[in-house]
């Protein structure tokens, strides 16, 4: 039990890649949406579980790391913009928070204040990363550029532009994932090897 | 600590990978990156924020100074008062293009119809006034801006000119309701009963044929009405409230009321007509023919303006019904509120009755112009910034935040509620009606023909009813505010048709 807890905690990072999917395709989710339905709402009802699944990986990455402060400081602040981006999008299109505080607008603010921490969480725990832990560089260099991209579409609407760059936010996280996958494959079969010459010996 | 290094192996395995993938999106159709763009959706953020209700009430007709909160002592608007309480009140707001139709195309797009330049009458039954037209093709709509940005646009009104689908002011509006039967609307057929009404009216003067062509229909389409709820006011008012209810649920909304009341015929229920007027036994003057007034006696100019003013009242009871419910239904916090008349009407003042062009009095030019901000900003304060027509789109636009997709000519006056100034200052304001254009600064109004001819002017400051024409004793004035006013604002020679 206690091992597939331990397996489960480290493979749980590759969550990032089904929720960066997501993340990337979403604003196509709202244009079939608008097709479909006439409104992107009933897409953004379902938005929330991209965001979720990121963060769920997120805490898996992280306790694979031995991680310093800045990656953590990344980690912790990733991770509350990801709660305000999901708490922002339950209360906006599950709960109708702001049809009553249409004015304070509560769960848009916390839509909007949750992807800019976000934005910058990713950004610090990207750079952080391959000096503390040990996720490998050439998954993480992608991901800070794709944290960059999406912090930029995050701070203001950028039409079409800001579409590719809100995409290349979530790619950085399924190329983050990927690397992980990689990585521990090679570590996989680096061990199978390694195990295999104790043997042969 | 695992064994991270990455061979050269390794890396070729991973480089080739995303070599496959980018060629795979490259076969998907990523041909040329900007191509693409255009295809890619522009919204990738979900709508929402601090986004108000907008309601904005158009009345038609309302002479500024038949309303309390602008000075009458005689006209009851109670609940046009209350609101001046919480509102900031305009005390110089003027249509910058007159009658009904081009006053709304400024309101609609924030673009002036003034100097009605390529105008063209559009149907044979069409009113053949320059500027009267459908909103233009290329000009976007306050309302497909803000459907733009997620709110959900409702409008209801009786002003019957908007009723042909092609005049298209209900572009963008996810649900509209015409009020049908106002004025000369072909509602409902005429039958010897609603021709036999034609006795009761006092038909003359000098549009004599076209009011009473008006009166038969609209005996026709009125023919039967038997409660207060029946009159055209309260219709628009009632189904202004029951489609506020509805758009509770699907907040933001923008709202549109534009009532034709107390735009004549002026035949509200007996009680309202009774507060201003007993003892008239004559035919009824429902309707001015606009013109001189020479054709009527002063009992019957009097019997209308009572019959006017009742109408005035009957409205202001209906809108304060309909501001009733927007606060039982806790819209009040979160919703502002526009009101503005699009223009007035004469009753006998300057010898004249009804809208005419070559009179263009402050019974005629001067309009009501109010903002009831959510959160009382500017409330129970007056600014006398010339404000028109063709700002309310700019100033509902920066009230919210929302940039329009191309430049108004109207002014964002959304910094007035807050003490500040708009972003220009406006020295002066230019109107046009039909084939006159109509000016004024601080000291002076003017009003002449299109090419400058015939010109009037009145010093506001000694003569603010402009009862006295100093035309001729200051005509640099005269020419001056024509040239650097109208002319000016028209970007050249006026248009004639």
Redesign the interface.
């Known amino acids: 039990m206690h091992r597939l807890f331990g397996f489960l905690v480290r493979w749980a990072g590759l969550l990032v890649v089904p929720g960066g999917a997501l993340w990337a395709l979403s604003p196509i989710g709202a244009s079939i949406s608008e097709t479909a339905f006439g409104t992107p709402n009933v897409f953004w009802k379902l938005f929330p579980s991209a965001p979720l699944l990121v963060l769920v990986g997120l805490v898996g990455l992280q306790l694979r790391q031995s991680g310093g402060i800045l990656e953590k400081a990344g980690f912790w602040l990733a991770s509350l913009g990801l709660v305000l981006v999901v708490a922002g999008g339950t209360g906006l299109f599950w709960l109708g928070l702001d049809d009553t505080f249409i004015m304070t607008a509560p769960a848009y603010r916390s839509f909007r204040l949750g992807l800019l921490l976000l934005g910058a969480g990713a950004i610090l725990f990207g750079v952080a990363a391959p000096r503390d832990g040990d996720l490998p560089t050439w998954g993480l260099l992608p991901f800070v550029v794709g944290s960059l991209c999406g912090l930029v579409a995050f701070i203001v609407d950028l039409g079409s532009f800001g579409t590719v760059l809100w995409m290349l936010f979530g790619l950085g996280w399924v190329w983050l994932g990927f690397s992980l996958a990689v990585d521990g494959l090679l570590s996989w079969r680096a061990g199978r090897s390694s195990r295999g010459g104790v043997a042969e010996g | 600590?695992?064994?991270?290094t990455?061979t050269r192996r390794?890396?070729l395995k991973?480089a080739g990978a995303g070599a496959a993938g980018a060629a795979t999106l490259g076969a998907a159709g990523c041909g040329t990156f900007t191509s693409q763009?255009?295809q890619?959706?522009?919204?990738?953020?979900?709508?929402?924020?601090?986004?108000?209700?907008v309601v904005l009430v158009i009345i038609d007709s309302l002479r500024k100074d038949h309303v309390g909160a602008y000075g009458s002592r005689t006209v009851k608007t109670p609940n046009l008062d209350e609101i001046a309480k919480g509102s900031l009140r305009f005390t110089r707001s003027y249509p910058e293009a007159i009658p009904s139709i081009p006053a709304r195309r400024g309101i609609h797009t924030g673009i002036r119809a003034f100097p009605f330049r390529n105008w063209e009458k559009w149907y044979s039954e069409d009113v053949g006034l320059w500027g009267w037209q459908p909103i233009p093709r290329d000009q976007t709509t306050l309302a497909e801006i803000l459907s733009e940005e997620g709110f959900y646009n409702l409008f209801v009104t009786d002003t019957l000119h908007q009723f042909r689908p092609f005049y298209d002011f209900h572009r963008g509006f996810h649900a509209f309701h015409f009020v049908r039967g106002q004025e000369r609307d072909f509602f409902r057929p005429q039958t010897s009963e609603s021709k036999k009404k034609i006795e009761e009216a006092l038909i003359g003067g000098p549009n004599a044929s076209h009011a009473e062509e008006i009166m038969l229909q609209y005996y026709a389409n009125t023919l039967g009405r038997g409660r207060e709820e029946d009159w055209f006011a309260p219709q628009v008012f009632l189904k202004g409230m029951e489609f506020m209810e509805a758009a509770k649920?699907s907040?933001?909304f923008f709202l549109t009321v534009d009532v034709y009341d107390p735009h004549e015929p002026w035949d509200p229920p007996e009680k309202y007509t009774n507060m201003y007027s007993d003892g008239y036994g004559g035919p009824e003057p429902v309707t001015s023919s606009s013109g001189t007034s020479d054709w009527m006696t002063e009992a019957q100019l009097e019997r209308m303006r009572a019959l006017y003013a009742g109408e005035v009242t009957m409205m202001d009871a209906w809108l304060g019904n309909f501001m009733q419910r927007a606060e039982e239904l806790g819209l009040m916090?979160?919703t502002m509120f526009v009101f503005l008349s699009d223009h007035g009407h004469a009753f006998g003042e300057h010898g004249y009755a009804g809208k005419v062009v070559t009179a263009l009095y402050p019974e005629l030019t001067d309009i009501v112009f109010m903002i009831k901000h959510?959160?009382g900003k500017g409330a129970g304060q007056t600014s006398d910034f010339f404000v028109s027509t063709h700002d309310v789109t700019p100033t509902i636009l920066g009230s919210l935040g929302v940039e329009p997709p191309a430049p108004l000519q109207g002014q964002n006056v959304t910094p007035l509620l807050e003490g500040g100034e708009p972003e220009e200052a406006r020295p002066y304001f230019t109107a046009g009606y039909h084939d006159h254009v109509w000016a004024r600064d601080d000291r002076y109004a003017m009003f002449a023909r299109y090419d400058g001819a015939e010109a009037k002017l009145f010093d506001l400051e000694n003569d603010p009813k402009m009862d006295k024409n100093i035309s001729s004793a200051n005509p640099g004035v005269a020419k001056k505010m024509f040239t650097d006013y109208v002319l000016k604002d028209a970007g050249g020679p006026l248009p004639s048709y």
């Not at chain 2, 600590?1 to 991270?4: I, L, Q, S």
């Not at chain 2, 990738?44 to 209700?53: A, D, E, F, T, W």
């Open positions: 600590m695992t064994n991270r990455l390794d890396f991973v763009l255009t890619l959706p522009e919204e990738y953020l979900p709508s929402g924020g601090s986004r108000m209700n649920g907040q933001p916090e979160n959510p959160q």
